[in-house]
């Protein structure tokens, strides 16, 4: 069931790099937000294991962009969810609090 949940996040994640243009940028407000670099956080998000440190740098690097990550509704299911709360948190990053 697990592996069903990672197959899916990571098919919506590529979908939604294509939807938009390639590369996942989200909007221009978003410029440099790229959903498609957490891709490598399937695990973590969709399976609740423990992030890789490749994980947590891609979360890393992707921080500014959670609450739109959150609002779009192609992401918001994923970002939204325990799993990936959890798995920022491990990384030692701080959530974000989104108006």
């Given at each position: 069931?697990?592996?069903?949940?990672?197959k899916v996040l990571v098919l919506?994640?590529?979908?939604?790099?294509?939807?938009?243009?390639?590369?996942?940028?989200?909007?221009?407000?978003g410029a440099g937000c790229n959903a498609g670099q957490l891709t490598v956080c399937a695990g973590a998000i969709a399976g609740g294991a423990r992030p890789t440190a490749a994980?947590?740098?891609s979360l890393r690097a992707?921080?500014?962009?959670?609450?739109?990550f959150a609002k779009d509704p192609r992401y918001g299911r994923y970002v939204n969810s325990p799993n990936a709360r959890?798995?920022?948190s491990s990384c030692g990053i701080a959530l974000p609090t989104c108006h």
């Open positions: 069931m697990m592996m069903m949940m990672r919506v994640l590529a979908v939604a790099m294509v939807a938009s243009g390639g590369g996942g940028v989200v909007g221009v407000a994980c947590c740098s992707q921080q500014g962009c959670f609450c739109q959890k798995a920022v």
